[in-house]
């Protein structure tokens, strides 16, 4: 009896196992199926995603190669432009003198910019009294000039100075006249000029005298370049009032070519006179 339990119990041991096998193996099967295809499917997406980032990056590198050569090509066309314009018979390179002409021409832009001499001669707050009470504003008197025979002087008005100044630079540049001077330093002759109350009197200098004069008749003849004169001025103190009769005066100058062409003379003929007049003021004086 013992025999056959023993017997009886290894086989049913053996067929539970083998059953056990079999379920193992079942779902063994059914498990490693779906796990492959989720597998595949990642695998197809790695891929997929690569190939698009291949995709993009040969897509940036044509836009790239194509705005180069844009620019290229631009640029080449800019450059035909520019030989096209430059004069036969030059070379193209640029020498050191080039370079010097170049910074010359610059030079001379900056002073053709700052050429002009101004010269604030005063600058006085007005009241306009309304029904509110008063507006205060300020005028401002200007002369501007070159250095060289040119002058213009003009006013101007505003509720800040800088304003009123530049309203007074711009139209003396607008009102600007041209003064005959003797080698760029003193008058040809004395001049008398007269504004409302402002008389003045100018007289030329020789050589060292220097500018002899007030304030506002200073500025002008500064703007004005001369460096040799005695001015006079009679009746009035209003800088307004000498600035015009000083130019009311400088109107009135001549020089010798002016005056032989009125006359129909040759220029040498009244500078000889002058001469021979300066030689008998000098014998009369010794």
């Known amino acids: 009896m013992t025999e056959e339990k023993k017997e009886n119990l290894e086989k049913s041991k053996s067929s539970i196992s083998d059953t056990k096998a079999k379920d193992i193996s ?17 695998e197809e997406s790695l891929k997929s995603s690569k190939v698009e980032e291949k995709s993009v ?19 080449d066309k800019k450059n035909e432009k520019l ?18 002409l170049n910074t010359s021409d610059s030079q001379n832009k900056v002073v053709e910019q700052n050429e002009y001499i101004e010269k ?16 205060f504003s300020f005028a401002a008197l200007v002369v501007v000039g070159d250095g060289n025979g040119m002058v ?9 100075v800088p304003e009123a100044i530049k309203k007074a630079t711009d ?41 002899i004069a007030g304030g506002p008749m200073r500025a002008v003849f500064e703007a004005l370049g001369i460096q040799d004169i005695v001015a006079k001025s009679v009746g009035t103190s209003n800088p307004h009032n000498m600035v015009r009769a000083t130019f009311e005066a400088l109107k009135s100058a001549s020089s010798p070519k002016i005056i032989a062409m009125r006359r129909g003379l040759k220029i040498n003929d009244i500078t000889k006179r002058r001469k021979v007049n300066q030689l008998g003021t000098e014998d009369g004086k010794n």
């Open 171 to 211: 139209e003396a540049k607008n009102r600007m006249i041209r003064v005959p001077l003797r080698q760029g330093k003193t008058l040809h002759h004395d001049i008398k000029g007269r504004f409302d109350s402002g008389k003045v009197y100018l007289r030329s200098a020789p050589s060292g005298t220097g500018v």
């Open 152 to 160: 213009g002087h003009g006013k101007g008005k505003a509720k800040e």
């Open 83 to 100: 030989t096209s314009k430059m004069p036969i018979g030059k070379d193209k390179t640029t020498s050191p003198k080039d370079n010097s």
């Open 57 to 75: 990056t040969q897509k940036s590198a044509k836009i790239d190669d194509k705005k180069q050569k844009t620019s290229h090509s631009k640029d």
């Open 26 to 42: 079942a779902k063994n099967k059914d498990v490693k199926p779906s796990e492959n295809a989720e597998i595949s499917k990642k």
């Open 120 to 135: 604030l001669v005063s600058i006085n707050r007005v009241a306009k009294v309304v029904k509110g009470g008063r507006r």
